[in-house]
């Protein structure tokens, strides 16, 4: 009887979302099967997220990242999450310290490594949200309308998608406000 319940019981543990780990890649890095690998040409990759009718998002992560793990086990993977930023963003991988070409937005070409120093990216997770159209003679960080260093709460992680995509950061209300209310509007009274 113990062990069948045992059994059972991992068996459940399986199940729970999140519960599973992440596939690592060659890199070392998470993968998503929805991310997006391109010729990481900001100014493209910006362009067809458009034309795909969504916005692109560039997530630097590194190798054994326990906030990147966390992003991939819990964040990304409950279905809610998931499943709005795969329908509503492009989202394309670099790694901090690897050395694929990357071409910004003012047409220097970088390798991965020296574009997160460029763009003063020193953490990971570190997610910039980019405008729905490309600007010329800009770096990526500087034509960012949004960055996200780290892999904060559920509601937290989803509201700054949410903000994004609703282009929260053309009007008044700054994320933390828009957060709150989106929090007080389902009830809750926790800041996750």
Known sequence: MFKRLAFLAGLALLAAPGALAAEIGDDGLHKEEWFAVTFKDVGDDIEAARDEGKRLAIVFEQRGCIYCKKMHEEL??????RDYVR???????????????????DGETLSEKTAARRWGVVFTPTILFMPDAAPAAETASQAAVATMPGAFGKKTFLHMFEWVFEKGYDTDEHFQKYHARKLAEAGDTGAE
């Open 76 to 81: 990304l993977a409950d279905p809610v999450i």
């Open 87 to 105: 329908d509503h963003f492009k989202v394309v991988q670099y790694n901090l310290f690897g050395d694929e070409e990357v071409i910004d937005l």
